[in-house]
């Protein structure tokens, strides 16, 4: 989903902040109401006006 096995970073404070941002990802998908996270990610991907709706935005179109 996130390829996190795939990041060369390996100490610090990067894989941290990496592993974060998953988190409030993985949480906003969730408080939007959406329980399946992989197919919500790709959707994502391709649905600007989701996105949009999961952050709590308004569309501007």
Do not use: K, W, Y
């Amino acid at each position: 989903m996130f390829r996190d096995d795939t990041s060369q970073v390996r100490t610090g404070p990067p894989p941290r902040t990496t592993v974060t941002l998953r988190n409030i990802t993985i949480g906003l998908i969730c408080l939007a109401g959406h329980t399946r996270i992989g197919p919500t990610l790709h959707r994502i991907r391709h649905d600007t006006a989701l996105l949009i709706a999961i952050l709590g935005l308004e569309n501007p179109t």
